[in-house]
């Protein structure tokens, strides 16, 4: 089973930021929180990972409780193409523990 | 720079055929990976392989087989295929452990298999 909850559909308007939440109390030290998001039937696509600090690249943010017990993705411009499935995934990377749960579908309004 | 690539495509198979997805990686992964994925669900994880010559199960590796003889190839067969069967299958690798054991996994675009 996933470890992560995340709320099943979002909408954001076009141009404006879309904040998506993942809940992950169970997480453990060693464990990475990783966002996938997956357009139409295309393979998943990595945005960004991180372990305890905030994360920044050219797709988006990662912000992650002190806690480390929730995290936010942020796509702070949001635009129609971005328009997809986001995955949130708790573990590491290799093996077995790296679950994908069904997602938040985040629409994309003009 | 390809990535990671699978073929074919597209199959639809008859009920009791037997094919393999080839899935090729570029990238000198150590670690690759066999996903299904239906309709509406999030992907599940079939066999994956920690090094040429190794495979593992995961969640739910009934009715399928793996061979890693190269490290750069992963081969999903179907030994005798079944409607349940029918679903997008997902190649993925990663990096090794390690010191680098948080490097995401990267994926290919996917097979369509139909069993009729």
């Known amino acids: 089973d996933a470890k992560t909850t995340q709320p099943p559909s979002m909408d954001c308007a076009e141009g404006r930021a879309a904040n998506l939440p993942c809940n992950h109390s169970t997480i453990s030290g060693n464990e990475y929180v990783y966002w996938y998001r997956q357009i139409h039937s295309q393979g998943p696509q990595y945005i960004i990972h991180?372990?305890?600090n905030n994360e920044t690249n050219e797709m988006a943010s990662l912000i992650i409780t002190e806690d480390r017990k929730s995290s936010t993705l942020i796509l702070p411009h949001a635009t129609l193409r971005d328009t997809a499935v986001y995955y949130c995934i708790v573990g590491i990377s290799y093996g077995q523990n790296f679950v994908f749960g069904p997602g938040t579908r985040l629409s994309v309004l003009p | 720079n390809a990535g990671v690539t699978q073929t074919p495509k597209f199959r639809v198979l008859k009920t009791g055929q037997s094919m393999t997805l080839l899935c090729a990686q570029d990238?000198?992964?150590?670690?690759m990976y066999w996903y299904r994925q239906d309709p509406g669900m999030g992907l599940r994880l079939i066999h994956y392989s920690v090094g040429e010559g190794t495979t593992a199960k995961g969640e739910v590796p009934d009715g399928y087989n793996v061979s890693r003889l190269k490290k750069q190839n992963f081969l999903l067969g179907l030994e005798s295929a079944a409607p349940s069967q029918t679903s997008v299958y997902f190649c993925?690798?990663?990096?090794?452990?390690?010191?680098?054991?948080?490097?995401?996994?990267?994926f290919g675009d996917g097979t369509r298999l139909s069993i009729l």
């Open positions: 993925a690798s990663s990096y090794s452990w390690g010191t680098l054991s948080n490097q995401p996994q990267h």
């Open positions: 991180g372990l305890k």
């Open positions: 990238m000198n992964h150590e670690y």
